[in-house]
Nanobody, 115 residues
Framework: QVQLVESGGGLVQAGGSLRLSCAAS????????MGWYRQAPGKQRELVAT???????NYADSVKGRFTISRDNAKNTVYLQMNSLKPEDTAVYYC?????????WGQGTQVTVSS
């Protein structure tokens, strides 16, 4: 089992920045990929960004150039730096981990961007 705990969400004005953190614990060996997804009210959960164990990253087109995913292996933590936030970025953000063939999710953290 892998436990994921997110932090860093909150309320910010458009154009502002937030940094989300996701700390992993438990059976963290063999985690192949970690990432962030988000779900806005009335919408499906969507990919935001992922980072693999070798550091390869992938971003949704809507966040490219504004968001940066990174990881600190010593702290077993993944970060999402979000800059130039827009009201349409408002959502619950979920941390995700892929270990072998199993996926794990955090509880989610709310990000609200006011116009």
């Amino acid at each position: 089992q892998v436990q994921l705990v997110e932090s860093g969400g909150g309320l910010v004005q458009a154009g502002g920045s937030l940094r989300l953190s996701c700390a992993a614990s438990g059976s963290i060996r063999s985690i192949r990929r970690m990432g962030w997804y988000r779900q806005a009210p009335g919408k499906q959960r969507e990919l935001v960004a992922t980072i693999t164990s070798d550091g390869s990253t992938n971003y949704a087109d809507s966040v490219k150039g504004r968001f940066t995913i990174s990881r600190d292996n010593a702290k077993n933590t993944v970060y999402l730096q979000m800059n130039s936030l827009k009201p349409e970025d408002t959502a619950v953000y979920y941390c995700n981990a892929l270990r072998i063939i199993s996926e794990y999710w955090g509880q989610g953290t709310q990000v609200t961007v006011s116009s």
